[in-house]
Each structure stands twice: as structure tokens, then as C-alpha cells.
């Protein structure tokens, strides 16, 4: 079992940083992939990014290419998400989650999440 929690959402304007964390305890946390997915009202669950349990891969989705930046500390059983230059339509909630089976970008790859941080972006 591992349990996963999110932080630093929060208001911003458009163009600003904020930088998300997600603690994970319980099942060793260095063996898992990890992933960030997010989701806006009314839409399915997207995925952001990913990294492997060594740092040695990172995927990004088109969208957040070139602005967000995940990585992880393995001996603070943390990742993170550093997004740059947000924009409004990346206004969701963030939810990190753990790889368990499967392509890094789709949903059902991931069997433990948290209960996800909003990040709300005014233009």
C-alpha cells in the first residue's frame, strides 16, 4: 500500500511558478515510476508527466513541455512538479500517482493516488 499526498496548489496569475509535492509513505517508494495527472471540470483525467524510480527517464506531455519539470528525492520519498510560465488552461486539480503496470501516460498504469491539490490559474 503506499499513500500519497499532495501539496502547494494554490491562486495564481497567469505567467507565475508554483511548485507541487507529493509525500509518499508505505510500500518502498524508489522501486515505483511516479506520475502526475490532472484534471479540469467537466474533462477526463490527463496525464503530465512522469519519472522513473531512478531519475534516469522523464515524459512530459505536449502540453506542459518545456515549462513543467518533474523529479523526485528518493530519501525524502517526495516528487515534484515544477511548473513555469502557467497559463490558465493548466487550471485543475494536480494529483500525483504511483506506476504500477503499463504506459506511463495512461490512467489504469497507476495504482495508488492522492487526493489531488487545485491549482487555479487567472489570466
Known amino acids: 500500500q503506499v499513500h500519497l499526498v499532495e501539496s502547494g496548489g494554490g491562486l495564481v496569475q497567469a505567467g507565475v511558478s508554483l511548485r507541487l509535492s507529493c509525500a509518499a509513505s508505505g510500500r518502498t517508494f524508489n522501486n515505483n515510476a511516479m506520475g502526475w495527472f490532472r484534471q479540469a471540470p467537466g474533462k477526463e483525467r490527463e496525464f503530465v508527466a512522469a519519472i522513473t524510480y531512478n531519475s534516469g527517464n522523464t515524459f512530459y506531455a505536449d502540453s506542459v513541455k518545456g515549462r513543467f519539470t518533474i523529479s523526485r528525492d528518493n530519501a525524502k520519498n517526495t516528487v515534484y512538479l515544477q511548473m513555469n510560465s502557467l497559463k490558465p488552461e493548466d487550471t485543475a486539480v494536480y494529483y500525483c500517482?504511483?506506476?504500477?503496470?503499463?504506459?506511463?501516460?495512461?490512467?489504469?498504469?497507476?495504482?495508488?493516488w492522492g487526493q489531488g491539490t487545485q491549482v487555479t490559474v487567472l489570466s
Open positions: 500517482a504511483a506506476h504500477n503496470n503499463g504506459l506511463h501516460y495512461l490512467v489504469p498504469s497507476y495504482d495508488h
